[in-house]
Nanobody
Framework: QVRLVESGGGLVQAGGSLRLSCATS????????MGWYRQAPGKQRELVAQ???????KYADSVKGRFTISGDNAKNTVSLQMISLKPEDTAVYYC??????????????WGQGTQVTVSS
């Protein structure tokens, strides 16, 4: 079992920045992909950014160049630095820890989510 606890959400004006952090604990040795997802009201949850063991990253087109995902193995944390925030970035952001085999998810865990609100 893996426990994920997000922090760092809040209210920010358009153009501002926020940094989200996700602290992991438990049986993390099997996890090989960490990610951030978001869900806006009335919309489906979508992938924002992923980082794999080894450091390769993947971003949604809508956040490329503005968001950066990073991991700190020593602290068992994964972070999402967000700059140039837009009102359309408003959503609940969820941390995800997953075990992938190739492109197939074998299992994953979710945090409780943290609200990010960007005012215009």
């Amino acid at each position: 079992q893996v426990r994920l606890v997000e922090s760092g959400g809040g209210l920010v004006q358009a153009g501002g920045s926020l940094r989200l952090s996700c602290a992991t604990s438990g049986s993390t040795a099997s996890i090989n992909v960490m990610g951030w997802y978001r869900q806006a009201p009335g919309k489906q949850r979508e992938l924002v950014a992923q980082i794999r063991t080894g450091g390769s990253t993947k971003y949604a087109d809508s956040v490329k160049g503005r968001f950066t995902i990073s991991g700190d193995n020593a602290k068992n944390t994964v972070s999402l630095q967000m700059i140039s925030l837009k009102p359309e970035d408003t959503a609940v952001y969820y941390c995800n820890a997953a075990r992938f085999s190739g492109n197939n998810i074998l299992y994953s865990y979710w945090g409780q989510g943290t609200q990010v609100t960007v005012s215009s």
